[in-house]
């Protein structure tokens, strides 16, 4: 058996008391980590209400001990970086040794681990889930954005994108380095079938509720339709301020009776909505690979989601449907089609099975000890 390691997860996304769901991804990720190594979390995020320079907070849950700076607002670009990197040499030395680094976000926290490994040669591989780097979208980056990622890319050991979609998006950005696809996490043990019948037609949609993102409104729109086709169902819109729909429901004339508007909740209490859906929807303009989607799987739940990003990697056929990106009579016929019984889905239990064997706390824990002991030639 190989030794247990010490690893110092840089996050530039994590969940704080600011966003306390940003981020929870790599959270997740840090947890399965934390089954086989030692893992610390540094985290610096900007608080408008603080008055002093930062505030550090401690805590130590999971086996994660978790290290977070809150910075006051910072007035130009230059001022913000200086409090950051004054909160991550304070950060440092509160951290006990490490023996690599894992950074998640290229940019900007890439600059730490750069300067880490040329200050006391630790080496460090990264961990990127972000959709801005997909065409076009990454036509927004700025040149000096490009060339500081180029060189924080380079000089990692490894790179592991969510998807290989994102590994090509990444590659055709210019960012050249060595890959290797590690996918995101399901908690297998909590998320499981309940085998529960459901005496009306129950969608499920879970999101940021972010429009341009998710398309709520397509989803809205396709409801509106749905009410002459199926008499008895159910759509529970879950997440941030879900709410702020519910005048363009009324607008199209939606049978509020069909649609439940459920605000943030903990994500915990997700697992009870998924196991009483018979069908997760997703819609949206751009994704990576929605961790949503894989609990729906763990659930038995079967989904329907635009086919986009790096979904379709894993994905099998008989687990749901697949449809294009903003296709609103398409997405209406195959809701009927399932409503209608159409489809030979596979078992709740072949579904979780399914995502134990590929998205488990261990099978990711598994996935990063190989490639940290191959960036330390152990």
Not at 72 to 96: G, Q
Request: include cysteine; hydrophobic fraction near 40%; proline fraction near 3%.
């Amino acid at each position: 058996m190989k030794q247990k390691l010490s690893v110092l997860f840089i996050c530039g996304w994590y969940p704080s008391r600011i966003y306390p769901t940003n981020g929870d991804f790599i959270e997740r990720h840090a947890k399965a980590v934390s089954l086989k190594h030692n893992v610390s979390v540094i985290h610096i995020i900007t608080d408008t209400s603080l008055q002093t320079d930062f505030e550090y907070i401690f805590k130590e849950l999971d086996n994660i001990k978790t290290h977070i700076v809150y910075t006051r607002s910072a007035k130009n670009s230059i001022e913000k970086f200086m409090l950051f990197f004054k909160a991550f040499k304070f950060l440092i030395k509160k951290v006990d040794q490490f023996d690599i680094v894992h950074l998640n976000e290229i940019f900007p926290f890439g600059i730490f681990p750069l300067y880490l490994k040329h200050l006391k040669k630790i080496p460090y591989i990264i961990t990127e889930h972000w959709t801005g780097y997909h065409t076009p979208y990454f036509k927004d980056i700025s040149f000096y954005q490009k060339l500081i990622s180029k060189i924080i890319v380079k000089q990692a050991s490894f790179i592991c994108p969510v998807t290989n979609d994102l590994k090509k998006s990444l590659i055709n950005f210019g960012l050249k380095g060595n890959y290797n696809v590690v996918e995101n996490v399901v908690d297998t043990q909590k998320f499981k079938p309940a085998f529960i019948e459901n005496k009306l037609f129950s969608i499920v949609h879970i999101s940021n509720m972010l429009d341009e993102h998710k398309n709520i409104s397509g989803i809205l729109n396709v409801v509106k339709k749905l009410q002459t086709s199926i008499p008895d169902f159910k759509l529970k819109l879950i997440g941030s301020n879900s709410s702020q729909y519910k005048q363009y429901a009324i607008k199209q004339n939606i049978n509020l009776n069909h649609i439940d508007f459920i605000n943030h909740i903990p994500h915990k209490e997700i697992i009870k909505h998924l196991q009483t859906a018979n069908l997760f929807l997703l819609f949206s303009n751009f994704e990576n690979l929605p961790c949503v989607i894989l609990e729906s799987f763990s659930c038995g739940t079967p989904v329907i989601s635009s086919n986009v990003g790096g979904i379709s990697e894993f994905f099998p056929d008989n687990f749901g449907k697949l449809i294009n990106a903003g296709n609103e009579d398409e997405l209406e016929s195959e809701i009927i089609n399932f409503y209608n019984r159409k489809y030979n889905i596979a078992s709740k239990q072949e579904m979780h099975n399914y995502s134990e064997k590929h998205f488990s706390y261990n099978t990711i824990a598994n996935k990063f000890s190989e490639i940290y002991y191959k960036t330390l030639d152990l």
